[in-house]
């Protein structure tokens, strides 16, 4: 259990040299539900290419980049957009909670089942060192999975559902890689938010 200045209570995950919190539900309906509505409709959502080994490929999701300072992500660039209101109402409620500020906020909308996010870690050299990274997720239950960069055998599975808050503290992106794999079955859309902090 961890007690984060204030009276809601995250689960710790037991994960090597990493500092992971899951708050389930920490949003539910009706405000996850207007939460997605409103970012669907008011993020400006772009089908964006990213650079793989030199080549530009069309990312297998859409995306959007908000905040106060220019981000680079997988060989591009991205010019952030100031923030909005459905934006800044989850700004103010997860700040308090994980006791620091972002200055970014990475979304990524998973159409269907056919979208998702390739093996990471979010290390991008202009991310604060040791900061956090907060994502939100809302709308449809995907899977994420961790793997130890070490091993790629030992995993760590957790499904994500409307309204879950997971924060990625400590130093996980050093050790571990995550990915949200096709759900060929899901249908429906998933927002994910991932709360930054650069440099
Ligand atoms: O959609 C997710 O839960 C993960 C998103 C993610 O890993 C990222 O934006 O770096
Ligand atoms: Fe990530």
Known sequence: ???L???IIG???ELYNA???FYPRLFHQPESHQLFTDLLNQISWKHEPIKIFGKSVLQPRLTA???TKAYTYSGVT???LPWNAPLLQIKEKIEPL???QFNGVLLNLYRDGQDYMGWHSDDEKELVKGGAIASLSLGETRRFIFRRKDNHQIK???KLADGDFLVMGGDPQKFWQHYVPKSPKVTHPRINLTFRMLA
Do not use: A, R
Request: aromatic residues 12%.
């Open 5 to 7: 200045n204030s009276n």
């Open 19 to 21: 500092e992971v919190i």
């Open 11 to 13: 689960q710790k995950l």
């Open 78 to 80: 991205m010019q952030p």
């Open 65 to 67: 980049y908000y905040g």
């Open 156 to 158: 760590f599975e957790l």
């Open 98 to 100: 994980v006791n620091t």
């Open 1 to 3: 259990m961890h007690h």
